[in-house]
């Protein structure tokens, strides 16, 4: 005979039953008692990112210089057209490559880390949202070491950033809960296909072409029109609006973009918290 205040039974539509509101008190209550693990998992990762590399955490400085290096040929040779900026180019496409690794590190990041722990998920009940979070705080930190080559690179060409750079975390933040957001999907989406990771980096190659990451917002053209309605837009020239002019050049639809970067966290966060109890059937 069981006891039955031992036994504990889960059904499928659970976090149905539960309700609304107490859905969302579970899911912060997991991520408080997650805190201590998801630093653990963030160690884990970043040791086995760097641990056998030969140049370690320099290939997060070498590869942004390699593109503003490209870049700076292609402007230079007549090949493309940058327009006019305020501040010395290498500065401007330097910080913009670096808000954008941000994303696109953070997206690929997330779509892996389900996969990566398959052997994990199987043998170990655990809030599997600690994953997700562990594997975007990657990003985070090569754009806090990316933070290192900007001061020197700013010092090196006599750029002094407004007093508003302080503001610059919270410039960030909904571009960082987009990715979190974005984040959750993707790694659902790549327990059942497993080439979704691959997809990313390929998608965030191209689609860092059609943003403001190393060119200025184009007044006139098609640029012009993609850019009117990409909120990444929005979010990234929030940040170096804030370094280098001291004010946010559109702070409408930087404020709209952040509400979108919000809700599409939220909505992201909500499912991965119902699908969780799928997750190990699928890796």
Known sequence: MYDEEK??????????????????????????????????????????????????????????????????????GGIINIGDIDVPYPVFALFGISVWNLFSTGLSSASNSLVQAGSMIVKINFPRVSLVVASTGQAVVEFLVRLGLLVLVFAAFKVIPCWTVIFLPFMLLPLFLLTLGLGFFLSLASGVLRDTPNVIVLVTTFLMFFCPVVYPIPKTGVFAGLNQWNPLSYLITAGRDIVFKGIISNPGGFILSSIFAILVFLIGWRVFHIAQTKIAERI
């Open 7 to 76: 036994v504990k039974i889960y059904f499928p539509d659970a976090q149905i039953k539960i309700g609304f509101i107490a859905g969302w008190q579970e899911m912060f209550i997991d991520i408080l008692k997650s805190r201590e693990l998801i630093w653990r998992l963030f160690l884990r990762d970043f040791n086995a990112r760097y641990k056998q590399s030969v140049l370690g955490v320099l290939w997060v400085l070498i590869m942004p210089l390699v593109v503003v290096g490209v870049f700076i040929y292609l402007n230079k």
